[in-house]
């Protein structure tokens, strides 16, 4: 199958293109600078907020991935929602066969974060101009360079003993990033996936609080945690970018999501893509080593 990918060389699009290849798929990596380009697949030229670069790189395909979002914006909700307009009516235009999006977990019945709701509402504009959607639903997404991962691991390693709001205590089902390509590979190959919304977890529900014990105990760290209850959103988005990489921007979307449980209330795509997702410690240890073969690479260089 002919298929083009955005975001190839982000966190989850580097890893899914040679995934792609591998599954025997034609793929054409979308960018701003072809030129510029290493990744898999044949890179070409197309911007999602031109409508004209879309519709060019997107005829002749029969599906299109959308990884796409703007989240150290402070106006990327209506930024991701133009983006999403666009994107679908340049889809409808090229005759694209199938959307694919990469979006979040969360009860559609829970007051939803910003964050969160932008998610859902770019669902629904790329199936508003009749092309078929597939959307897969994860929460945390561990892997080395996801931001909540990093997010998570800088804690650790940065803080033996954090002070920290109430969303430590919510619950959240994180999966490893290799299995969310294994289910945005998967879906290609299963025709009733398409049109449908699924939510994808990994294998174990844990509080925020439990994920970062884990974490210190496979490093070998101690890790002390005081709850605060009155440490408002705000303030822990300038905490969190004085302690990791995390921006403020960035940091308070995810704080604001954090307050919502993010979990698997049904597991169908377990029947139509099938295999047994990693435990939360395989795919810890799995980031990890990421982590360091990437830095022994970096210091070869």
């Known amino acids: 199958m002919r298929v083009l990918l955005t975001g190839a060389s982000g966190f989850v699009g580097g890893r899914l293109g040679p995934a792609l290849e591998e599954a025997g798929h034609e793929v054409r990596a979308m960018t701003r600078h072809p030129e510029r380009y290493t990744g898999a697949g044949t890179p070409v030229r197309g911007d999602v907020r031109d409508g004209g670069s879309l519709v060019r790189a997107m005829e002749g395909h029969e599906a299109a991935y959308y990884l796409v979002h703007s989240l150290d914006d402070p106006r990327f909700a209506e ?14 235009e090229a005759g694209v066969g199938r959307i694919v999006y990469l979006g979040g977990l969360g009860d559609d019945a829970d007051d939803l974060s910003e964050h969160l709701r932008s998610r859902r509402e770019v669902e629904r504009l790329l199936g508003e101009t009749g ?5 897969l639903r994860a929460g945390i997404i561990v892997g080395h360079g996801g931001i909540s991962w990093e997010m998570t691991r800088q804690l650790v390693e940065h803080l033996p003993a954090m002070v920290t ?13 290799a299995d969310v390509v294994r289910y945005l590979v998967g879906v290609l190959d299963v025709p009733s996936t398409s049109g449908r919304a699924f939510d994808i977890g990994g294998s174990e529900v844990l509080e925020y609080v439990e994920m970062m014990r884990r974490v210190a105990v496979i490093e070998g760290r101690t890790m002390l ?21 995390v921006d403020v921007q960035t940091g308070r979307s995810l704080i604001d999501s954090m307050a919502n449980e993010v979990v698997v209330r049904d597991d169908g795509i377990r029947e139509l893509v099938p295999f047994e997702p990693m435990d ?8 990890l080593g990421e982590r360091a073969r990437a830095r022994r690479e970096k210091i070869r260089r």
Not at 84 to 91: L, V
Not at 131 to 135: F, I, K, L, R
Not at 165 to 177: C, K, L, S
């Open 280 to 287: 939360y410690d395989a795919a810890v240890l799995t980031a």
């Open 131 to 135: 092309v078929p959607v597939t959307v």
């Open 225 to 245: 945690v005081v709850p605060v209850p009155l440490l408002s959103p705000g303030l822990s988005a300038r905490w969190l970018s004085l302690v990791t990489d």
């Open 165 to 177: 709001p109430r969303w430590v205590h919510t619950r959240t089902q994180p999966i490893a990033v």
């Open 79 to 92: 930024r991701d929602a133009e983006a999403a307009r666009t994107f679908a009516k340049a889809a409808a």
